[in-house]
């Protein structure tokens, strides 16, 4: 009974710790690169469509 009772505890940790660890947001972008997805996010070829139908 105490193994079960032992078992059950380390599965409750490591899902718990596994819960903690948090979701993972694609890439981290910095310098270079968090430039180019910028200009290339806001300055795509769609946004200027958009503006210019209005």
């Given at each position: 009974m105490m193994w079960k009772t032992t078992a059950l505890?380390?599965?409750l940790l490591l899902?718990?710790?596994q819960a903690l660890d948090g979701?993972?947001?694609g890439v981290k972008?910095?310098?270079r690169e968090f430039i180019r997805?910028?200009?290339f996010t806001c300055g795509g070829s769609?946004?200027?469509r958009s503006?210019?139908?209005t």
């Open positions: 505890a380390v599965c899902a718990g710790v979701p993972s947001y972008l910095c310098g997805a910028v200009i769609r946004w200027k503006l210019t139908n």
